[in-house]
């Protein structure tokens, strides 16, 4: 059996998909996506698709790439996954090999890996001198099975609207998502100042669903959203749910995801997954309160160069 790293190919969108269901069911992931992402991906990012092969067939997948969005330059990140019965046949090193040459060629000063939490994959990250740093948990909704809380009420001067209705302007949800992305925790920084980007990498996106975002508005000001992704079948990822500075305290975060998750719910969608930092109390106890239950753990790793 010969295992081989080759970049990714157009021809390899579906069954690249399969691998990554397989690998990390938490995560959405479609052929429609993996093509977007590789072929719209700014040029600062030095964006990378790398798979394994075992005769023939996938059996490890990885992305690459430079988080030029973060003030702090040199920052490289890559996470790869293998599926599950596939491991210790060399995929994972190729890919780190070959990943670590590329971000190394392209500035990295600095590398960032997810590291499922188990003791197998914490010790390969251990031996290639990586080290551990924050966790973060990732949460299963089961939207055909579970119930949801009723829907709340809403307080005078708030509306609910769905995020396609800023069809012809985005604007305001792009200052938005930039506000919350730029209060998230983690070890790598964001500044969201790239509209033309950010209407290609997220408004345009094959897996944002327009229309199953929700936002909240506070006298006509958008205030809060969440912001929903899919794969077109079956699940549901909340992609970022936030509060501008200026409205929270006010369970207005709550009220958006709710509504969002219910009308995911009557879509067909069967499963809803989130993922929050470990630190991150308050949208933990929000996800609890809805339900979700924590089906994966991943742990932020860092080697520098």
């Keep these: 059996m010969t295992v ?31 093509v977007h992402d590789l072929a719209h991906a700014h040029p600062d990012r030095h964006y990378r698709l790398l798979l394994a092969e075992e005769d023939g067939e996938i059996i490890a997948t990885a992305q690459a790439g430079i988080a ?3 003030p ?32 190394a060629e392209a500035g990295a000063t600095v590398l960032y890996a997810w590291v499922i939490d188990n003791p197998e994959s914490l010790e390969f990250a251990r031996k290639r001198g990586y080290l551990p740093k924050r966790s973060a948990h990732f949460q299963h909704l089961d939207l055909a099975g579970g119930t949801l809380p009723p829907r709340q ?19 305001p949800l792009f200052d938005a998502d930039a506000e919350v992305t730029a209060d998230e925790p983690g070890d790598i920084t964001s500044e969201l100042d790239d509209y033309e980007d950010w209407l290609t990498s997220v408004w345009r996106h094959p897996a944002f669903d327009q229309g199953l975002t929700s936002v909240v508005l506070v006298d006509g000001k958008v205030a809060a959203f969440s912001a929903a992704t899919t794969d077109g079948l079956r699940t549901y990822l909340s992609a970022m749910t936030g509060t501008l500075r200026d409205f929270r305290g006010r369970g207005l975060a709550k009220i958006a995801k709710n509504d969002s998750l219910h009308r995911a719910r009557a879509a067909g969608y069967t499963d809803a ?20 239950q924590v089906c994966a753990t991943e742990v932020r790793h860092v080697r520098t160069l």
């Excluded at 390899?12 to 429609?32: C, G, I, K, L």
């Excluded at 040199?74 to 599950?84: A, D, E, I, K, R």
């Excluded at 009420?153 to 604007?171: I, Q, T, W």
């Design 4 to 34: 081989i790293v080759r970049d990714f190919r157009p021809s390899d969108a579906e069954a690249w998909t399969e691998a990554r269901r397989a690998s990390v069911p938490w995560m959405v992931a479609t052929p429609e996506q993996v």
């Design 68 to 70: 030029h969005e973060s």
């Design 72 to 103: 702090e330059p040199g920052q490289g990140y890559f996470t790869p996954h293998t599926l599950p019965g596939r491991t210790n046949r060399g995929a994972g090193s190729l890919l780190l090999r070959t990943a670590e040459e590329h971000l």
């Design 153 to 171: 009420e809403l307080p005078a001067g708030v509306e609910l609207r769905p995020g396609s209705d800023f069809a012809d302007d985005p604007r």
């Design 273 to 292: 997954y989130t993922s929050n930092d470990t630190g991150n109390g308050p949208m933990l106890a929000v996800n609890q309160w809805f339900g979700y």
